[in-house]
């Protein structure tokens, strides 16, 4: 059973910087495509960013020329590199498998967006 652990959440200023990490365990996480996803209260969960096993990625219209995610297989973990970061950015952050089914839900990081 796959578990994710996401950290690097914080509270920051509007225009500052944070990275959020999550690190797999289990063997099988280098082949799927994964997302960083984010959830605000009161709304659905989204899809802000994802990577493919190469490395190809794809954002969100609302994090693109801000948000870098990658991912360094040998770690088993994703990272989301989120620069000049907005209010509308607050939210808990987690990631997942995208296209496949996903792993249980890890705990989540909050980002936290306000001067």
Same mark, same amino acid.
């Given at each position: 059973?796959?578990q994710l652990?996401?950290s690097?959440g914080?509270?920051v #200023?509007?225009? !500052?910087?944070?990275r959020?990490?999550c &690190?797999?365990?289990? %063997?099988d996480f $280098?082949?799927?495509?994964m997302g960083w996803?984010r #959830?605000?209260p !009161?709304?659905?969960?989204?899809?802000? &960013?994802?990577?493919? %096993?190469?490395s $190809?990625?794809n954002?969100g219209d609302s994090v693109?020329g801000?948000?870098?995610?990658?991912?360094?297989?040998?770690k088993n973990?994703?990272y989301?590199?989120?620069?000049?970061?907005?209010p509308?950015?607050?939210?808990v952050y987690?990631?997942?498998r995208?296209?496949?089914?996903?792993?249980?839900?890890?705990?989540?990081?909050?980002?936290?967006?306000s001067?």
């Amino acid at each position: 059973q796959v578990q994710l652990v996401e950290s690097g959440g914080g509270l920051v #200023q509007p225009g !500052g910087s944070l990275r959020l990490s999550c &690190a797999a365990s289990g %063997s099988d996480f $280098r082949i799927y495509v994964m997302g960083w996803y984010r #959830q605000a209260p !009161g709304k659905q969960r989204e899809l802000v &960013a994802s990577v493919t %096993s190469g490395s $190809r990625t794809n954002y969100g219209d609302s994090v693109k020329g801000r948000f870098t995610i990658s991912r360094d297989n040998a770690k088993n973990t994703v990272y989301l590199q989120m620069n000049n970061l907005k209010p509308e950015d607050t939210a808990v952050y987690y990631c997942n498998r995208v296209y496949a089914s996903p792993y249980a839900w890890g705990q989540g990081t909050q980002v936290t967006v306000s001067s």
